[in-house]
């Protein structure tokens, strides 16, 4: 897997000068690094990582959000967030990051299933995104509705809405 750190830097937690300044930056918050000191060292038991490349981690509520890009299928992305979460010690969701809105939502508002993305425009200009889930899943978002919304406004850069149909 592809880092934006050095993996001796990740590995030994002492971070050289060009890593140091991109904590410094925030290109890579310093939090991150312990996520991918997990992923290098669930990387020899699933070789499937080796394909991918890291974007982003964050807590979005209770919950770790792991962004990667590349060569990694939905089956395996399974396998790798409960080894993570053993590791971390968190709950963690591994989402593949991908140039279509729709699929990115799907898999943040997975296990619900999706009925349509709406662009609204509002009056004064801004845009916000209606996504639409039916009505019998409800169950899967009542409780996190808020850190999905949260979660697909911080991937889109737009303003998310889900309604019930």
């Known amino acids: ?64 959000i792991l962004i990667i890009r590349d060569g990694v299928e939905q089956g395996e992305l399974e396998e790798v967030s409960k080894h993570l979460a053993r590791e971390l010690d968190a709950k963690v969701r591994v989402i593949v990051e991908t140039g279509d809105m729709r699929r990115l939502i799907e ?23 209606n996504v639409r889930v039916p009505r019998r899943d409800r169950r899967y978002l009542e409780k996190n509705k808020s850190v999905a919304e949260e979660l697909i406004a911080k991937l889109t850069g737009k303003r998310a809405r889900i ?3």
Not at 8 to 29: A, H, M, N, Y
Not at 107 to 129: F, H, K, M, R, Y
Request: charged share 25%.
């Open 107 to 129: 898999q943040v508002i997975s296990p619900a299933s999706l009925l349509g993305v709406n662009q609204v425009w509002l009056p004064d200009g801004t845009e916000i995104v």
């Open 1 to 64: 897997m592809k880092y934006p750190l050095d993996r001796i830097c990740v590995k030994s937690g002492i971070l050289c000068p060009s890593c140091q300044r991109k904590v410094e930056t925030g290109v890579v918050d310093i939090d991150e690094v312990k996520v991918m000191k997990a992923l290098m060292d669930i990387e020899e038991k699933h070789k499937v990582l080796r394909n991918g490349e890291y974007v982003k981690s964050f807590m979005a509520g209770d919950q770790l």
């Open 163 to 165: 309604t019930f149909e």
